[in-house]
């Protein structure tokens, strides 16, 4: 930032508190302390989200049975490739590792095979209740309180679930821990993210997505070193209370929810640590109030009420629904196909960072309607193809295909929040989080789906035809939408109609509030005096803030 520029600001009575952070830095060695604060709370939540890959894990597909006597019949079975164990009495065979998964510990195979994506269900139901009510908790008592909270309820009901005595037991606990693993993601992600500029905050919730896709990444290990469901389940539970226990304390309130309660010095206390651990200094002029940001904001109702928002509006909720559909199918389904579960697994997780990369800089290139279409139809073809493909080539599509899904869900976020004024982003997006999580809730249901028609056509082809199809129905729909590379996103609904859209992929103006590089992904979190960190001289990026659904149902930041 220019010294004139910082100038221009400190004359007036009160700045927001994005103009502060400009002076302050807005996403220096302060926010990157923070991050590294509530990075351990994502990769948490993430173990949490994922754990069933590995609880669940089919020992039939492991080869982890064997007859009881000697049985011609059930040699026979169990000779198959896959050992098919449905017409053997039960007497007749045994696991050979009993506490392997809950698969082999509660027999969840052949008739009771349904039982598995229930618990996967209740964890999604779980996780959608979840992110509403610690969203709200968040609002009225404060970020650290309700991440405290979060993880006080995902860390308690994670070590329950390890401790199961019972399926359906089991099954509500996994529900409660993933309402609690909600509220730890949804409340850290606004703890990190609102310590960042304005000009970064689309920056910043990439990086926070690629912690996350690395929690996920340690599952495998996690699997290597303790190969019994009860153990990985405990582990991932130890996590969030090392979160809980060591790290939380330290982690500071949210200046931005502080300015919005009316609390300005002790907004200004958490500002003025920001700007200690950057090198750079307070702005000589005091905050302003948040509540007039607060009074501005509008409802669903107002987006429903606009036909062009309208339009928008539906077309984004069939790409978020549809994407999400697709990632977790293909997370849950990936530890099946063939080769070693864990580097599958592993594979498909270490594969989204660098697809986060790749969508923020050709999103940046080729503008963002091309980039988002072509993300959803390449990761909606791969996939569909996955269903007439076996073997290793089977693998690769998936592993493929998870580069366009991440790549899509990393880039709707920033693209979703330009397409709507700042008084209704807030409302828009929630709806987007509700839309990506039915479509979270629909996977289990489809890959029972897949099951129950897997003895005629495989019980891979119905979730890999129907979610690939329907991404790349999505993907042809997103087509539709408009350009917002390079605009100036309009501040209420009656500004929208007097914007000028600039022209489909062409950059637009250097400096545009829509406009973002790669520039600040390679210095995101680089300390700077007296100027905004990583966001020096006019290369900053700009991304648009509020950004992403995954903020939950709060958004404080200034119109």
Same mark, same amino acid.
């Given at each position: 930032m220019r010294a004139a520029d910082v100038s221009a600001l400190t004359p007036r009575e009160e700045l927001t508190l994005d103009e502060a952070l400009r002076i302050v830095g807005e996403c220096g060695a302060g926010q990157a302390y923070i991050y590294g604060l509530v990075g351990l709370a994502l990769v948490a939540s993430s173990l949490q989200n994922f754990l069933t890959i590995f609880a669940a894990l089919d020992p039939l597909r492991q080869g982890l049975v064997a007859c009881i006597g000697e049985d011609a019949a059930c040699a026979q079975a169990l000779a198959q490739p896959l050992p098919d164990v449905c017409g053997l009495e039960r007497s007749a065979w045994r696991w050979t590792y009993e506490g392997y998964s809950t698969t082999s510990e509660w027999d969840l195979v052949c008739g009771d095979a349904w039982k598995r994506h229930v618990v996967q269900a209740a964890f999604f139901l779980g996780w959608l209740g979840g992110g509403a009510g610690f969203g709200w908790l968040a609002d009225d008592f404060g970020r650290r309180r309700a991440l405290g909270a979060a993880c006080a309820m995902a860390a308690l009901f994670g070590a329950a679930s390890a401790l199961a005595p019972a399926f359906w037991w089991y099954v509500v606990v996994r529900g409660l821990t993933g309402a609690g693993a909600s509220g730890v993601a949804a409340v850290a992600f606004l703890v990190a993210t609102e310590a960042v500029g304005a000009s970064s905050q689309g920056a910043a919730s990439v990086a926070a997505?690629?912690?996350s896709a690395a929690g996920a990444a340690l599952l495998p290990a996690l699997g290597r070193v303790l190969p019994y469901w009860r153990g990985e389940t405990? !582990?991932? !539970?130890c996590v969030t209370a090392a979160f809980l226990l060591c790290l939380l304390p330290s982690v500071p309130e949210s200046p931005r929810w502080l300015l919005h309660r009316g609390r300005k010095g002790d907004a200004t206390a958490a500002l003025a640590a920001i700007a200690s651990r950057n090198r750079s200094h307070l702005p000589d002029a005091p905050l302003a109030d948040g509540y007039a940001a607060a009074a501005a904001r509008r409802g669903l109702s107002d987006v429903l009420a606009n036909g062009r928002l309208r339009r928008r509006m539906a077309l984004l909720l069939l790409a978020w629904l549809c994407l999400s559909l697709m990632y977790f199918c293909v997370a849950l389904l990936v530890a099946e196909l063939p080769?070693?579960? *864990? $580097?599958? %697994?592993?594979?498909l997780f $270490?594969? +989204?960072p660098p697809a986060l990369g790749l969508a923020i800089v050709a999103a940046d290139h080729l503008g963002r309607r091309a980039t988002f279409a072509?993300?959803?139809? +390449?990761g909606g073809a791969a996939t569909l193809l996955c269903a007439a493909t076996s073997g290793r080539a089977q693998l690769v599509l998936a592993v493929v295909g998870r580069v366009g899904c991440a790549g899509g869900l990393g880039l709707a976020? %920033? *693209?979703s929040s330009e397409l709507f004024p700042d008084t209704v982003r807030s409302a828009a997006l929630k709806a987007c989080s509700l839309a990506a999580g039915m479509g979270g809730l629909a996977a289990p249901a489809l890959l029972w789906a897949g099951e129950r028609v897997g003895a005629r056509v495989g019980a891979h082809l119905l979730p890999f035809l129907a979610a690939g199809s329907a991404v790349l129905a999505a993907g042809l729909a997103a087509t539709a939408l408009p350009e917002t590379l390079g605009a100036t996103p309009a501040r209420t609904i009656q500004e929208m109609g007097a914007a000028a859209a600039p022209t489909s992929g062409s950059p637009g103006p250097s400096g545009g509030r829509g406009r973002f590089r790669l520039a600040p992904l390679r210095h995101m979190f680089r300390s700077s005096r007296g100027t905004a960190g990583g966001a020096g001289g006019g290369s900053g990026v700009q991304l648009p803030g509020p950004h992403a659904p995954l903020r939950g149902p709060s958004d404080l930041d200034e119109p």
């Open positions: 997505l690629a912690i405990f !582990a991932a !539970a080769g070693s579960a *864990y $580097l599958n %697994v592993l594979f $270490l594969i +989204e072509a993300l959803l139809l +390449e976020q %920033v *693209y």
